[in-house]
């Protein structure tokens, strides 16, 4: 019997090393980005994830804000180690898991496709979507903005669609926007993953992996999707999962995982092809 799940991952920070907002400033010749999130979030003005979308809308120095920036600065955005063997694993994990991959994102959609490009499918991502004036191609207003709150009704949305049941959800983050969904996935026996040290977001997250390479995120996954379905074999199948590249074993645990240099060899070579 095969098992569906759905794994929904944050873009800045999560899979990037980057900030959507400062590299688009950077590419824009302004460099006040931060004192002006800053400022936003003293006053409680807009939903946390979701200043650069005003910003772009309302501030005169980002009203110069094209389309073709957006697509330019997700191109500057440097991704983390390994994100395109990440996205190809979850699809060749065999017949008995099938993982629906999306990213859900509070920055401009134009520049999280451009950035996984080639990766993740323009249908799988979801981010702040603009409306733009045909003849200046100025922003002229915000359709959606995919943080905070947002990111659950993306979320419920691809649930539904999918035909998935809620403890079969897998979510990434690493900042305070992804706190609700978090919270949301938490309540229904779902995963979640943090991917910062900050203790408002790890607290918050069932499982916490520190690394500059995407692949360390299946530890947990497969801990819980493979090894959490075959109780007889236990988790100390875990360090077979994984081979370091300096030879040794991995043995340590996923709340311990942070080593850049570990990735995927296998999954388990012993899962059996009838799930108990």
Not at 82 to 110: T, Y
Request: aromatic content about 8%; proline content about 4%; hydrophobic content about 40%.
């Amino acid at each position: 019997m095969t098992r569906k799940f759905l794994l929904a991952s944050d873009f800045d920070q999560t899979l990037s090393f980057n900030d959507s907002g400062v590299v688009l400033s950077e590419l824009i010749g302004f460099h006040g980005f931060h004192d002006k999130v800053k400022g936003l979030a003293d006053i409680n003005l807009v939903q946390q994830g979701a200043e650069l979308s005003y910003l772009i809308l309302h501030d005169p120095d980002f009203r110069r804000v094209r389309r073709e920036h957006l697509v330019e600065t997700g191109r500057r955005i440097l991704l983390k180690h390994d994100v395109a063997l990440f996205a190809r694993v979850l699809d060749n994990l065999g017949e008995e898991h099938k993982f629906n991959f999306n990213v859900i994102s509070a920055a401009p959609q134009e520049i999280v496709q451009s950035a996984l490009e080639g990766i993740v499918p323009p249908a799988h991502i979801f981010g702040a979507r603009f409306r733009y004036n045909e003849a200046t191609g100025e922003v002229d207003s915000i359709i959606r903005a995919a943080a905070g709150w947002g990111k659950i009704t993306v979320l419920e949305e691809l649930r539904a669609n999918l035909g998935i049941s809620h403890d079969h959800i897998i979510y990434m983050g690493d900042g305070s926007s992804d706190l609700p969904v978090m919270m949301h996935v938490n309540q229904y026996d779902g995963l979640t993953i943090a991917v910062s040290e900050a203790k408002f977001v790890s607290r918050g997250a069932k499982r916490t992996v520190l690394s500059a390479n995407a692949m360390s995120v299946l530890v947990p996954v497969l801990e819980r999707v493979m090894i959490g379905s075959l109780p007889k074999f236990g988790a100390s199948l875990v360090p077979t999962v994984l081979r370091c590249s300096n030879g040794t074993g991995c043995t340590r645990t996923y709340s311990q995982f942070r080593t850049p240099e570990c990735k995927l060899q296998r999954y388990l070579m012993t899962t059996p092809r009838r799930l108990s």
